[in-house]
Each structure stands twice: as C-alpha cells, then as structure tokens.
C-alpha cells in the first residue's frame, strides 16, 4: 500500500475555517434517477405479484435458485441450532450484550398516565406497543449480528408481540452469528431476503411476509431508498448516512488510542468519516504518524485509507470551549471526549448521536455491549433526532373524559367560541348540544 497522506488540516484561526468545514462535511446519497426508478419497479413488483416477485428478485440479486417462498424462510429451530453452533466465547458475548441492553432500555420505557381535574374531567396519555416490525439486517459485504441486537431488543423491552427480520443470503451464505443473535433476541420470524424487495415485502406484506407497522435496520442505497419510499405505508427508524466518529482530546491520550479510535469508524465503508479535535498541532502530528505506522496492520486498511483520505480531519483549535463549539456544529453519530474531565464537557453538548466520556471509553464498546443503542443520527441528523430506542417501539394515544359539568360550561363554551372564530359551525354546534341552559 502507498503511504496515506497526511490527514486533511483545519485550524479555527483562518478566516475561511467555516465553509471549509462545511465542505469537509457534506456528504450526499447517491440514489440518482436509475437507482430510484429501479426501486420504484421493485416496490410496484412486490406489491403487485407478493412471493412471486419477492422469489425472483432474490433470485437475481443474490444468485439463487429458488422456487417458491417457503424455501427462503428461516425456521425457529434454524436460529437456536445457529446459538448452539458458534463458539462458546461468541454466545456469551452475544448473551451479555443482551442482557446489557434489556438494563438500559427498561429505563426508556413510557407507561401511560392520567390526572382528574377537580369538575371531574380525566385526561392522560395511553401508551401501547406497534403490533409488529420489521428488521433489516445487512448482509453481502459484512454481517452484524449487532445489528439484529440493537434494534429487537429495544423492540422487545416496548411489548412488540412480533419482530419480522429479513437479512439477504448471497450464493446462500449465511452468517452463523446473525442467526444466534435473532434467536437470542427474541426475534419471531426470519426470511433469507433483502434489497428493495425485502422492504417492500414488510411494507406491503406478501402472501408469506407478513405486513409489519415499522421497518428498522440500516442497508446499501437500495434499502435506503426503499425505506424512504415507503415512509408512510409503514414508519421508519431513519435513513442513515455514513458513519462518523469526532474526538475530542486534549493531547494526553495516547495517540495510538486515538488513531485505532478514527480507524473503528473509517474501517465501515469509504463513505465513513473520523474527525480529531486537539488544541497542539505536536498532538496532531503524533496522532499522524500513529496512523502512518499502525495502518498497514489493518485487515480492512484499502477501506480505511479511502476513508481517511476523502473525508478524514484534523481539526486545531484553540481550547477545549472552541472545541465544544466546532462539536456541537458538526452534530456527530459518535463524539469521544477524550480529556481528564470529560463530564462537564459533556453537559456542554446539545448536538450529539453518542457521548464516550473519558480516554478508557472506546467508541466501539457502544457499538457491542455498554448498553446504549447504536443506531444514531448521522449527517449532522443529531441537531433534531435521537438514538434508536423503546420510545421508537411506542404509541402514545390522548386519553380524553369530560365530565358533564366541564362539557356543560367552560370547555363547551370556549369550544363553541373558538370554533365559530373559525367557522366551523357543525363544530361548534357539537359543543354547543351539551351545553347547560343554551
């Protein structure tokens, strides 16, 4: 491999450092004209001709011979023989991870409420679970069987009844992982299925998938486009950009901490991003020439050295209260905090996916096992949107009782008013039935 060059520079003292950063950071799909036109007749495909469709074009994306539906489901008893065949090392992890992540999202689960008003009057919040969801998980290039841990289990903790997941089997490959983990999880169904056509068959239901409430799980650009394009037939969890780490640190890590940091990120795909704050060009230039000497020791280097080379940043500022600034711009996936006093750094973050407080809090153990979901806003997303979790599993229905007194006089009347104010009459003649001495 030829030496990476060195990380692209930016320092907060030039005058242009604004819209530099801006382009650094732009990123945009690629789902042009003839992705989203092949989509769309994948979509029209399967929710005109079910199973049929779904079995042909399964057929030729993952170079299969299968003739009917059924043949592409995987059974129960699949799942628990894949628990039982991977490594003894393998399960535990898989089975802490789990238990870890039920701790963590119990605490986000909303139960309902109410309140009785003195007239009687009973007003509340009712809380239930979606009937049924649907989980991609990603298949071909890699296999994540964290994937199918952090989107069932928060699933799960919610009170969803049933979990539908779908994970495409090129030349029939199949991870043993992914299976163990939807047997650990809790997952309900599976079918070896994926692309567009796998979330158009949860969307629309065939006559063998059934017809989910949420499609969840990150995909290529077909699953991304898919999604989108059925965002309204069914709820979707986000369309994920690429992935992204921002470090902040105050040059006392050791730089061969922060580079394997940047690396866990850029090693996902090309696309991926791994920016480094510090406020000592030395800082950055150690953490370079880590880069420099640990890269070539990487499996995945091609994929990291892209990365790195096309969207890769160092940042210099000129203190840790510029560095919050930068941060809270930029709204990263994942932000370490790499500094001796990491918790009222953080209190000054309003725009992040993940916070990893402290030099010893590795950004990967988030993705495996801490607890905390690792489904998260990316492409600056995290200035109005949140990690995947139980709330995302949830309904919230108003709960609405007026007692006669409050129908009789002071809701009725206001009602009656302000209706009329917008002329509604049939409205406010609704209201108005139930008055006292009309």
């Given amino acids: 491999m030829n030496r990476l060059p060195p990380l692209q520079r930016l320092t907060t003292a030039a005058p242009d450092f604004w819209s530099a950063l801006e382009k650094r950071l732009s990123w945009e799909a690629v789902a042009n004209d003839a992705v989203m036109t092949r989509v769309r007749e994948i979509i029209d495909g399967v929710r005109g001709r079910g199973d049929q469709a779904v079995v042909e074009y399964t057929n030729r994306f993952d170079r299969l011979k299968i003739q009917q539906m059924a043949e592409l489901e995987i059974s129960a008893d699949r799942m628990l023989q894949a628990k039982q065949r ?86 029939g490959v199949i991870n043993e992982m992914v299976l163990a983990a939807a047997a650990i999880a809790g997952v309900d169904r599976a079918f070896a299925i994926g692309g567009a056509q796998a979330v158009a068959a949860l969307a629309y239901g065939t006559q063998t998938v059934p017809r989910v409430d949420k499609v969840v799980g990150p995909g290529n650009i077909y699953v991304a ?82 990365s790195l080379s096309t969207r890769g940043l160092f940042i210099r500022v000129t ?51 801490a607890g905390p979901n690792h489904v998260l806003p990316t492409s600056r997303t995290a200035r109005f949107s949140s990690p995947l979790g139980v ?32 002329g509604l009459t049939a409205h406010a003649r609704s209201a108005e039935f139930r008055l006292r001495h009309r």
Avoid at 103 to 109: G, N, V
Avoid at 265 to 273: F, G, L, S
Avoid at 332 to 340: D, G, I, R, T
Avoid at 392 to 421: N, Y
């Fill in 86 to 171: 991977i490594a003894p090392e393998q399960r535990a992890a898989l089975e802490m991870a789990v238990d870890r992540l039920h701790s963590y999202h119990r605490h986000q689960k909303v139960e309902s409420w109410s309140y009785t008003e003195e007239d009687g009057t009973v007003l509340g919040q009712q809380v239930t679970p979606l009937d049924r969801v649907g989980l991609y998980v990603p298949g071909g290039k890699a296999s994540y069987p964290s994937s199918v841990l952090m989107n069932a289990v928060p699933a799960k903790v919610a009170g969803v009844p049933e979990i539908i997941m779908v994970v495409p089997t090129p030349d």
């Fill in 225 to 306: 486009t898919a999604k989108g394009m059925v965002f309204g037939q069914v709820g979707i969890d986000m369309i994920a950009g690429p992935s992204e780490i921002l470090i902040i640190c105050d040059g006392l890590t050791n730089p061969d901490w922060i580079a394997m940091d940047l690396f866990s990120q850029a090693e996902h795909d090309e696309d991926a991003q791994a920016v480094l704050i510090a406020a000592d060009d030395a800082y950055l230039d150690q953490v370079q020439a880590s880069i420099d000497r640990l890269l070539p020791t990487m499996e995945r280097a091609a994929i990291i050295s892209t």
């Fill in 391 to 422: 709330y995302d599993f949830q309904k919230r229905s108003s709960i609405i009782m007026c007692s006669e007194e409050a129908a009789g006089t002071v809701l009725g009347k206001a009602a009656s008013v302000l209706a009329r104010g917008e």
């Fill in 319 to 369: 203190d840790l209260d510029q560095a919050v600034e930068v941060a809270n711009y930029i709204a990263p996936e994942h932000l370490e905090l790499s500094v001796a006093e990491p918790q009222p750094l953080a209190r000054r973050i309003r725009h992040a996916g993940a916070i990893f407080l402290g030099r010893y809090t590795a950004e990967a153990l988030g993705d495996y096992c």
